[in-house]
């Protein structure tokens, strides 16, 4: 069987350690399985994104060596996939004009309830678009509204669309599409078999996998590898700005984000050119190492 993976940053900021661990996971994987490895740029939402970050996400993944099959799909070239897709979408059925706010939402329980599949709002205000989840039309009434799945590090997951996650947004108010939506749309395209990412996405993974089965397309398997915590516990992000990869030590960045990966890299590894890195890593890969831990501290 073909596999295909892919790294999909968005250049909302620099390379950090915990977005370089994802990376070398997904290529490691799909290396050791004589996989491709695929690279896309999730530049859908300019309001998020820091000017020059992309060009130094992809300079950076070349200085450690991890080069990429292919071109690069840039999510920002993509939009006329998005409106297609979206438009089969709202002929079968499955979307439809909400105008609630973040606050009625919040004040319902957090969880977004249908509400307006019910009562359509009236007037000409800022409405999003939302995909039904769950109780769908024929022919996809036979989708249970429970989505079950076996990740392959963090083991069986279950999450009930109706209960736990609500109908998704997929054009936003603003106008833009959103990123879920895109991420399927784009891995379907790219014809992803297999998603290595960070733990923080896999409560998003459930509707993900529905959006496959509302396209018809098979969902890729999904392994969620633990996210990089900073001090506090908390997610090393750009959003609690992690410090940027420091370039001046490429072999030791590699080193230590092996080590995150519990790969057991000797120690005088890292003071080998990243291509020799990257091969003793391939060849050891043991993704079963990772299995069950959904979070640790950066060393
Ligand atoms: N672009 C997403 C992010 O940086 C990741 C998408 C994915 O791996 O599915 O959080
Ligand atoms: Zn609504």
Known sequence: MPYIGRFAPSPSGPLHFGSLV??????LDARHHQGQWLMRMDDIDPPREMPGAADDILRTLEQ????????VLWQSSRSEAYRQALAT?????????????????????????????HHPPVGSGEQALRLKLY??????????????????????????????????????????????????????AQ???????????????????????????PPPHYGHVPVATGEKGLKLSKQNHAPALNKAQIG??????????????????GRESPATILAWA???????ALTGIAAQPTP
């Open 282 to 288: 391939t060849q050891h890969w043991q993704i079963s």
């Open 22 to 27: 994802s990376a070398l996971a997904s290529y």
């Open 89 to 117: 979408l709202q002929q079968a059925d499955l979307v439809y004009p909400c105008n609630c706010t973040r606050r009625n939402i919040n004040a319902s329980g957090g969880i977004y309830n249908g509400h307006c599949r």
């Open 64 to 71: 450690h060596g991890l080069e990429w099959d292919g071109e």
């Open 191 to 217: 014809g992803v078999t297999h998603v290595i990412r960070g733990a923080d996405l896999l409560p998003v993974t459930a509707r993900q996998i529905r959006f496959f089965e509302l396209r018809s397309a």
């Open 252 to 269: 030791e960045n590699l080193w230590q984000a092996l080590v995150f990966l519990r790969q057991n890299p000797p120690k005088a590894l």
């Open 135 to 188: 109780q769908l039309p024929p022919p996809f009434s036979q989708l249970a509204d429970t989505v079950e799945f076996t990740d392959l590090l963090q083991g069986p997951q279950r999450q009930d669309l109706a209960r736990d996650v609500g109908d998704a947004v997929v054009l936003r108010k603003d106008g833009l599409f959103a990123y879920q939506l895109a991420v399927v749309i784009d891995d379907i």
